[in-house]
């Protein structure tokens, strides 16, 4: 990474949270702001650190950028089967739910995948097993219901067994 993508890197996460620690503040004093500045100072040294160690620092789009995209819609459903599927089991009726396997696309990170995946209502990653040559990482998740979400499909292409 450039020197001045780190640079752009550090201060938009430092304006983020520096913007979002005002927001919660309750009363804006010289003080407040200056540990604010300092601790939003750090953790954006920190994020930038974790994206440089993480491999992805120069990469554009690819498949987490999807996933990220395809989270928001995937947490929805999720919560509308789960209201669902709690309606269901206070009346008695049995709630399907299951462990399956799967395997992500090539180049999808098993930790974006598995953290993705776990914050849906909907889902729960157990396991992680490493991907043979050529192949992604294989996850072992405890799913809600028979039904693949738009996120699931963006990290495996659909293939679930």
């Not at 005002?22 to 009363?27: A, D, G, P, V, Y």
């Not at 090539?106 to 974006?112: C, D, I, N």
């Not at 990653?125 to 990482?137: C, E, H, Q, T």
């Amino acid at each position: 990474m450039r020197r001045a993508d780190a640079v752009v890197h550090i201060a938009a996460w430092w304006a983020f949270l520096f913007v979002l620690n005002l927001m919660f503040i309750s009363t804006v004093s010289t003080l407040e702001l200056a540990v604010g500045a300092g601790a939003g100072a750090l953790a954006a040294v920190a994020a930038w650190a974790v994206r440089r160690a993480s491999g992805t620092g120069g990469k554009r789009g690819g498949p987490w950028v999807r996933a990220l995209l395809a989270w928001p819609g995937a947490v929805l459903a999720d919560t509308g089967r789960l209201a669902g599927a709690t309606t269901a089991a206070l009346r008695g009726r049995e709630v399907k739910s299951c462990l399956r396997e799967v395997k992500l696309r090539k180049g999808t990170s098993s930790a974006w995948a598995s953290a993705l995946l776990s914050a849906t209502p909907g889902a729960y990653v157990v396991d992680v097993s490493p991907g043979v040559a050529g192949f992604g990482d294989t996850l072992t998740v405890h799913v809600l219901g028979d039904t693949t979400t738009a996120l699931e499909r963006v990290l495996t292409g659909g293939e679930r067994s």
